[in-house]
Structure formats: C-alpha cells, structure tokens
C-alpha cells in the first residue's frame, strides 16, 4: 500500500527516515559516569533495528545481528549485545524520545503524506487506544502498575496509551508518540487511561496546535470529563456508546423516537449485498450527571444475508443524512487501530506485524 508521491519519495525513504531517526537519537544526552563504549545512540538504533526487522527476541537479534548490515542500514557503529542494551536501555526516560517522533511526523507532514489520510473537511482520525505489553507475577518494579489479587499475590504491568492516525480506507497507520501508564512517585492509586490521556492530548496540542482531529475511542471514553478535556483542546469526537453503560443516554434515543426527533436513512451496498441502516438524533444529555454535556447519537445497522451488527457512537459532530455514512466508517476506523497495533502486539508479538509499510 503505498500513499506517498513518487517525487516526494526520496525524503520518506526508509533511509531518510532511518538518518532522522539516528539524528535525533544522537542529541540525546548520555548520563553515564562511565563504559560508555557504546553511545546512548548506538543502543537504540539497535533497539530500533530490532524491531524493524522484526527480531522475535533481544537474544535472537543478538544471535542473528550482522554488524555490516547494520552499519550501511541504520548507521550503528556498534551493536550492544543483548544485557548490555537492556542495562543501556533501562534508565532511558521515554519521555526523551518525543522529538524523534515529532520529527518524523513533521517530515510526513512537509512531505504532503498526510493528505492521504485526511477524511471528512480536512481532519486527521486519530484513535486512542490503553493497552498492556508486559506483565509479571514474580518481578516487581517501582514504576509499574501493581494489582493484587484475591488470593493476596500481586501482578505488575506494564501499561500505556497508544495512538495513531487512521483512515477507513487505509489499513496502514501513523503512530503517534505513546504516554506511559506507571506509578508516579508521590501516588496511592495506579494511573490510568483518562489521566493518560489528559496528558497525551496536552503534549499532543503543544506538539501540532494547528491540526484538525476527530478522536475516535471505544465506549469506555464516553465520559463527560473527557469529553470535556476533548473541547478543551479543540478536538472533535466520535466515541462510541453502549446501552449497558449510557442507559439514560439511550433513553433519550426512545423518548425522542416518540416525539418524532429522530432521523432515519438507509444505503444499500448490493455489491457487498450489505444493507446500511441508521438513526440519529442531535443534542441529548451524555447522563443524568451530566446534563451539560451533550452529544449526537448514532446508531449503526449493518444487514447481511447472515447476520446483522450493530454500532452506537456518541459524537459533537453534527449528523445528516447526506454524510451519516462517512460518519459511521470513521468510528468503525478505530479498528485499524485495535487490528494493527494494539491486538497484534498483545496477541502475536510485534515481530508479527503484518500491516503494509506507508512508503
């Protein structure tokens, strides 16, 4: 899948992106009093690489490293076997990585690729995701995410907020920096998603203040805080609902049905012999709650010859008949998010990814 120009290629090379990788990974600063043989530099270039190739394992990388390669490719000088970049790695604060990503999204940027994946009026879809990539009954460490069990024994994780740009037509997408989950120092209580977020969103609008986003997230982010910190920064949402969790929500949908509010339409996709049904009604109060916090619902009915789906999203985007369709694949696009990253890295490993490369 490609979605970049041919004459804009060379800057989105995987060399120029490996060179602005490396370039930014050498700034970084290296605290160490001592064996600094190999650079801070060297280690995550490696850490990189790793991934790029799409090594199983720290000891299979090891094993498999070809140093030539390795040098002509990603730059490395030398490769740390696989202890010695863990001991590197550790203390490295993930934090200090956020220019690298910035400058790689703004060389997508300069090179027009992100037109591609522009949707609705110009807006990027950008789906917000938790998920765990690491968990152990026996290791403990400061910064995780403790959880004790009823049987008195404790499991620490490892947890963080992805995100990524992503468009229903596109299967590929563009990851955007993630915001760790941990143990802050000072805290009783685990973080969680929604301080996650109002974290990354800050960080997010601080890095790209100018860019149109629609947020789509699962019904779990239905919340009037959120949603609250959404506007805040000036960002659109289509988050879906579930009857079970926005009961009073849904009970607007049937009072308005009654009154006559509610809007409905139908597609038909006879190549896919899909029928697409929808309703939707405008301004109704989150939850008792909130009642200030008001949103559009959807809903979504997808008719096969063998079955039929159903899909709810609660949105501040205003609905018609004429665009409830793009509505609907932009917060069934949050897939691609859950498909391509999230799912693949906790059930297959991330040397399993499948998903085509954007250039």
Not at 3 to 12: D, E, G, N
Not at 125 to 141: E, V
Not at 318 to 334: F, N, P, T
């Amino acid at each position: 899948m490609t979605i970049v120009a041919p004459h804009i290629r060379k800057h989105l090379s995987a060399d120029a992106l490996f060179r602005l990788v490396h370039s930014g990974f050498a700034s970084l600063p290296d605290h160490r009093l001592d064996d600094t043989e190999i650079t801070v530099s060297d280690a995550l270039m490696s850490a990189f690489a790793m991934f790029s190739l799409q090594a199983p394992s720290l000891l299979a990388f090891d094993k498999a490293r070809a140093e030539g390669n390795l040098h002509t490719i990603y730059g490395i000088a030398r490769v740390p076997g696989d202890m010695h970049m863990r001991d590197i790695l550790d203390p490295v604060s993930p934090k200090v990585l956020r220019p690298v990503f910035t400058s790689v999204f703004r060389q997508w940027q300069c090179g027009k690729a992100l037109e591609a994946m522009t949707f609705l009026d110009g807006h990027s879809l950008w789906a917000l995701d938790g998920t765990g990539y690491f968990s152990s009954k026996t290791m403990h460490w400061a910064s995780c995410l403790p959880k004790v069990h009823r049987n008195g024994s404790m499991t620490c994780s490892h947890q963080m907020l992805g995100a990524a740009i992503v468009h229903p037509d596109v299967r590929a997408v563009i990851p955007l920096m993630p915001e760790p989950m941990m143990k802050h120092d000072g805290t009783e209580k685990n973080d969680g998603e929604r301080k996650a977020a109002k974290r990354f969103i800050a960080k997010l609008r601080k890095d790209h203040p100018h860019l149109q986003f629609i947020v789509t997230e699962e019904s779990l982010s239905s919340n009037a805080p959120h949603i609250e910190t959404l506007h805040a920064y000036g960002l659109h949402s289509i988050l879906g609902v579930k009857e079970g969790d926005h009961a009073s929500l849904f009970q607007h949908v049937q009072a308005a049905e009654h009154t006559g509010q509610v809007t409905s339409s139908e597609r038909h996709d006879r190549a896919a012999s899909v029928v697409h049904r929808f309703r939707f009604v405008h301004d109704l109060p989150l939850n008792a709650s909130h009642p200030d916090v008001q949103v559009n619902c959807i809903e979504y009915w997808a008719r096969g010859a063998d079955k039929v789906q159903h899909f709810s999203w609660g949105t501040d985007l205003r609905v018609s008949k004429r665009h409830v369709y793009h509505l609907m694949r932009d917060g069934r696009a949050r897939w691609n998010m859950e498909n391509e990253t999230c799912n693949t890295l906790k059930n297959q490993g991330y040397n399993s990814l499948t998903g085509k490369p954007l250039v």
